[in-house]
């Protein structure tokens, strides 16, 4: 069973009564966990990461998808216990919440300056429209 809080100017309110989600459990001893709710990247985080693979793509050359694996496995990568094994596995955005995927867009734009002198805006950067008019349709 779940239910959600949500925590507003110091004030905690709740989707279901404390006092019934007692009262259906069977007798036994439990453990509450609270956890912060995060939500999936969202469509315009998604869009911005292909437009800037679609600018590196038109100042290198190199194909947006390569990019996109590229990135995958520079800022993605982990390791996991296969069949008694440690293997190195890249991640994959689609499973990225908001704030990963924030963070990875961060890496992105930080290592597409470092490493090939590209620019990349934000939304909120002034020329950021014209960019966008400039990438969207290629």
């Known amino acids: 069973m779940d239910a959600v809080l949500v925590k507003k100017d110091g004030v905690v309110s709740m989707n279901k009564s404390f006092d019934y989600l007692c009262s259906i459990l069977k007798n036994g001893v439990y453990t509450l966990s609270i ?11 998604n869009a911005l990461m292909w437009l800037w693979f679609t600018c590196m793509e038109e100042h290198t050359g190199t194909p947006k998808d ?34 990963q995927m924030t963070k990875f867009l961060n890496q992105v734009q930080a290592d597409a300056a470092a490493e090939f002198g590209i620019i990349l805006p934000l939304p ?14 290629r």
């Open 35 to 45: 956890k912060r709710k995060v939500e999936p990247r969202t469509l315009s985080q």
């Open 66 to 99: 390569d990019f996109h694996c590229y990135y995958k496995d520079k800022f993605l990568k982990r390791d996991i216990f296969l069949n008694g094994k440690m293997v190195t596995v890249s991640g994959d955005t689609k499973v990225l919440n908001t704030i």
């Open 124 to 137: 909120a950067d002034r020329f950021y429209q014209e960019f966008v008019s400039e990438y969207r349709c």
